[in-house]
C-alpha cells in the first residue's frame, strides 16, 4: 500500500517556470493548513460512520462502496492534480467513513471485541507523524538518494510478499507469516509499519521540494493528499500489528 502520489519529477516541472506572487505559488504553511483541513474532513466522517456502524445504522455496503470511491478520486487525483482542490476534500471524506466502518468492525464486531484498539491507532499514527516531521526538520534524518531509493525498494518488496499472500489465499491458503499472531508475524507488521513511517519523510521532501519550486496554489492541496494516502496506510498498518499484540495477550 504505498503512496504512488509523489513521484520524482512531480513538483521538478515547476522550477523556475514562471515569477508569480508569493500568494499564488505552493508553500509549506499553506500545504500544513491544507493537511489540517483534510485531516479535519476524515475526522468529521470517521466519527459519524463509526457511530452509525455501533448503531447498526449503517448498511455494510457501504464500507466497499466508499473504498472504491476513494480509489477512484485517488486515481483522479493522482494523474491530474488539478484537481486536488475538490477531490482531495471528498476523498478525505470517502476514506473517513471506510476507516471509520473499518475500526468500528474490528473493535466491535468481530468475535473477540478489542476495546480501545482504535483510538490507540489514531494516537500511535499521530505520534509517528510529529516524529518523522521532527526528524525531518531538524536534519536528524537526511533524505538521500540512497534513503529513498531504499525506502522504495522497500515498500516494492512489501507489496510484492502481500500480493503473493493474496493470491496464495485465493487458492485455499493463508500464510500464519502474515496474518497470525506469531512472533514471525508480528516482527512482519513492525518492518511494515516502520517502512511507512519513513515514507513520511519522502512525503515531507516532496512537499518541500514543491515550495521550493514554487510549484501553483493547487499544488497544496495535493501535496495534503499526498500525505494523507501515507498516513490513511500508516493508521491501517498499526491498526494490524496491535490486533496482532493484542491476540498474543
Not at 178 to 195: D, E, M, N, R, Y
Request: charged fraction near 15%; charge should be positive; aromatic fraction near 12%.
Amino acid at each position: 500500500m504505498a503512496n504512488p502520489v509523489f513521484t520524482g519529477d512531480t513538483f521538478t516541472r515547476y522550477e523556475h517556470a514562471y515569477d508569480t506572487p508569493r500568494s499564488a505559488v505552493m508553500t509549506v504553511n499553506g500545504t500544513v493548513g491544507k493537511t489540517f483541513a483534510l485531516l479535519a474532513v476524515l475526522s468529521a466522517t470517521a466519527i459519524w460512520s463509526w457511530n452509525a456502524t455501533l448503531n447498526d445504522q449503517m448498511q455494510m455496503m457501504v464500507l466497499p462502496a466508499a473504498a472504491i470511491g476513494a480509489l477512484v478520486l485517488a486515481l483522479i487525483t493522482t494523474f491530474k492534480p488539478t484537481a486536488a482542490p475538490w477531490s482531495a476534500p471528498v476523498y478525505a471524506a470517502l476514506e473517513g467513513v471506510v476507516l471509520g466502518m473499518f475500526s468500528c468492525f474490528i473493535e466491535h464486531k468481530l468475535g473477540r471485541k478489542y476495546p480501545g484498539i482504535a483510538i490507540q491507532a489514531v494516537a500511535l499514527t499521530g505520534g509517528t507523524l510529529f516524529c518523522m516531521l521532527f526528524a525531518y526538520t531538524t536534519g536528524l534524518i537526511k533524505v538521500t538518494e540512497k534513503l529513498k531509493a531504499g525506502i522504495i525498494a522497500a515498500i516494492g518488496a512489501v507489496l510484492l510478499v502481500k500480493v503473493v499472500a493474496f493470491l496464495l489465499v485465493l487458492v485455499g491458503y493463508q500464510d500464519p507469516f502474515l496474518w497470525a499472531s506469531s512472533p514471525a508475524g508480528i516482527v512482519f507488521s513492525v518492518v511494515v509499519v516502520a517502512i511507512a513511517a519513513f515514507s513520511l519523510l519522502i512525503d515531507f521532501d516532496f512537499i518541500d521540494k514543491g515550495a521550493r519550486s514554487e510549484a501553483p496554489k493547487y499544488m497544496e492541496w495535493y501535496g495534503a493528499f499526498g500525505l494523507m494516502v501515507t498516513l490513511v496506510w500508516l493508521y491501517l498498518e498499526i491498526l494490524r500489528l496491535l490486533l496482532k499484540l493484542q491476540d498474543r495477550r
